[in-house]
């Protein structure tokens, strides 16, 4: 009998963590800046260095989890004393730069790059800093 569920295509991003010291604040960012559903209850984490919970996300096809871990565990992607450091960065699809970057203000995040022109019409992208010290990406293309 095969499985019905369709395997997401090969190379895409499957899951997210995203490592965090306070859950409340950073589900009440995420699911006000992107509307991600969030699990009420926290799941026991198997991951070393993690507290004893993850909360799980979703958002369409984007499933992942908030990993609750100590501040001294929290590798922060984005250092202000060294700002030419390069992280990985997921970029996240939005209608709106400008309506989103206000939502990430008000939930305690930072802008860190304003609304840039991709150019050759390929859409516009904006980085922010969340309420945890990620830096993330948005794209939209207008």
């Not at 190379?11 to 699990?39: H, M, N």
């Not at 958002?59 to 390069?86: N, Q, R």
């Not at 840039?116 to 945890?132: K, L, N, P, V, Y």
Request: aromatic letters at 10%; charged letters at 25%.
């Amino acid at each position: 009998m095969s499985d019905s569920k369709q395997l997401a295509p090969h190379g895409q991003i499957c899951w997210l963590e995203v490592p965090v010291t306070d859950i409340e604040r950073a589900k009440d960012f995420y699911t006000s800046v992107f509307d991600w559903e969030c699990s009420p209850q926290g799941t026991p984490s198997p991951l070393t260095g993690a507290r004893d919970v993850i909360h799980m996300f979703t958002k369409g096809d984007l499933h992942g989890a908030f990993v609750t871990i100590s501040e001294d565990c929290m590798v922060k992607v984005y250092d202000e004393k060294s700002p030419g450091k390069a992280p990985v960065l997921p970029t996240f699809c939005v209608e709106s730069i400008e309506e989103t970057l206000k939502v990430v203000e008000s939930k305690g995040g930072r802008l860190h790059v304003p609304k840039t022109d991709i150019g050759g019409g390929m859409g516009f992208f904006a980085r922010f800093i969340d309420s945890e010290g990620n830096l993330q990406g948005i794209w939209a293309q207008n």
